[in-house]
């Protein structure tokens, strides 16, 4: 038995039939040579050879009674591997619109907590989808968020992908698999007591924790003229933040990597400030024709991991955020970059003082879960403003191909999740020197989503066109912080 952390047990709170709390993948796969055919039971046999290399493939949910302590983990002993993997064929003709719609009627229900909070779903039947390989499939890939973030994840996706067409070898395990029995109400009760009494000494590590950070900050900032980033709750109201529906819809968009990367060795800024500076864009010329931008601007939560070099291997979350302006009132789509920037390097000083593990660890279970099903079910973010306005989250992959069973790996799309009142979740993945972005909302948040992604790539092209200009004025960049600086 393990129990989650607090901030695993939070995703279990939050989640509703609205609100489902896993995350997942589109991945498209087709065979090395062409000619081999998908077979699910020679899948079946893959994934039972690897069940032994991660412990979240054959662990389920314990509930405690009442909500009195967070739940715990255990291998399941009437896991099947039946459950987890499913084959489904796609109707024909088959079209592209047809597998996302297909993804997310598999997708968007709550997964079953009586069973392991994971599955992939095998879809084939994709021929005549113009530009996938012959004999190509799709997987729908679904992980509860109280199992993993962004880092955990990718470590459990080392476990079934291979760097060669030729799958790896596997040990068996050294010993045979010998779950326990299912823990009665009195023992779950009895290991959440132990958790309780353990809150004094929590606050104190809370409070030298933070002391500590804001020592460090204060350092940083002494001589320098770094503003502090956007608080929580200061973000403008916008139509994306309102209370989110179960009808979840996705779109997604390819770049070129390499075109990314130029943009950022010129404008002398990290990749992920480019990606919100193109997605940024696109947010300002979609609310703009809607009649709906914000006078502010308006403010993105990105995901940073916290996980330390010894937690390698370890499983659920172990995240913060760091609050980031987009800079959504800005013409000059340079000028917005730069902003972006200076946000972004704030935000990751700032965003230790406080971080969102240690803050959730002194909220009891039980006081979680009953605060956080009331804000939702009463539907109180509309009696404030936002605590953000979207998430934009930026997982690195492989710049070489993957392989799963020996099929290639063509195409990788994030699939998100939406909190009440943040409508709008955009996964940025880079693999085999492309940048995927897919976006994740609701038909009646954004219904026309795809048009949305289609101006990502609109806010790539005109940053190129405006950074041609500006590298031609040799002091652009310098006018543009002294005006920074003045403002200030």
């Not at 079946?44 to 412990?55: D, G, I, Q, T, V």
């Not at 095998?122 to 199992?147: M, S």
């Not at 996705?250 to 060795?265: G, M, N, T, W």
């Not at 989250?393 to 191909?401: D, E, L």
Request: include cysteine; aromatic fraction near 8%; charge should be neutral.
């Amino acid at each position: 038995m393990q129990q989650l952390t607090a901030l695993d047990s939070w995703f279990l709170h939050l989640e509703d039939a609205r609100m489902p709390m896993h995350i997942g993948a589109i991945n498209i796969f087709a065979p090395v040579d062409g000619e081999r055919k998908f077979d699910f039971n020679e899948f079946k046999e893959f994934f039972r050879e690897r069940l032994h290399l991660s412990p979240i493939f054959r662990r389920r949910l314990v509930e405690v009674p009442l909500n009195l302590g967070r739940p715990f983990w255990i291998e399941d002993p009437n896991f099947n591997l039946d459950h987890q993997l499913l084959h489904v064929a796609l109707p024909q003709p088959a079209t592209l619109g047809a597998l996302k719609k297909m993804a997310a009627q598999f997708y968007n229900p709550p997964m079953d907590r009586s069973r392991a909070l994971w599955r992939m779903i095998f879809i084939t039947g994709l021929e005549g989808i113009d530009g996938l390989p012959k004999n190509a499939f799709a997987t729908v890939t679904q992980i509860h968020h109280a199992n993993i973030d962004g880092v955990s994840g990718a470590e459990i996706m080392a476990t079934i992908f291979d760097m060669f067409p030729t799958p790896s070898k596997i040990k068996p395990p050294k010993e045979p698999w010998k779950p326990e029995p299912i823990p009665s109400y009195r023992e779950l009760i009895g290991k959440s007591y132990s958790d309780t009494t353990s809150t004094p000494g929590k606050i104190i590590d809370f409070v030298r924790h933070t002391g500590g950070n804001l020592l460090e900050i204060a350092k940083k900032t002494a001589n320098t003229m770094m503003p502090p980033p956007p608080a929580v709750m200061s973000a403008p109201k916008s139509i994306l933040n309102v209370p989110v529906t179960p009808n979840k819809l996705f779109s997604a968009i390819e770049l070129d990597l390499e075109r990314v990367k130029k943009l950022k060795k010129k404008a002398n800024v990290k990749l992920n400030d480019v990606v919100m500076a193109i997605c940024s864009s696109a947010l300002r010329r979609y609310l703009d024709e809607k009649e709906a931008l914000p006078e502010k601007p308006m403010v993105a939560m990105a995901p940073i991991s916290v996980r330390k070099a010894d937690e390698k291997g370890s499983m659920g979350n172990r995240i913060s955020g760091m609050l980031v302006s987009l800079a959504t009132d800005e013409e000059d789509s340079v000028a917005r970059l730069r902003k972006i920037y200076e946000s972004t390097q704030s935000s990751k000083i700032y965003s230790k003082a406080t971080p969102v593990d240690k803050i959730v660890e002194l909220i009891p279970s039980e006081v979680g879960a009953l605060a956080t099903r009331f804000y939702t079910q009463m539907g109180l973010s509309n009696l404030h403003r936002p605590f953000f306005n979207i998430i934009i989250t930026n997982v690195p992959g492989p710049p070489i191909p993957l392989y799963m069973n020996g099929f290639r790996m063509h195409h990788q799309y994030g699939l998100g999740l939406v909190f009440e009142g943040i409508g709008l979740m955009i996964i940025v993945f880079s693999y085999d020197g492309k940048l995927t972005i897919t976006c994740t909302s609701c038909e009646e948040i954004m219904p026309d989503l795809s048009l949305f992604t289609s101006y990502i790539r609109t806010g790539l092209a005109e940053l190129e066109e405006r950074m041609e200009e500006v590298v031609a004025e040799e002091d652009y960049f310098e006018k543009l912080a002294e005006k920074h600086k003045e403002s200030k």
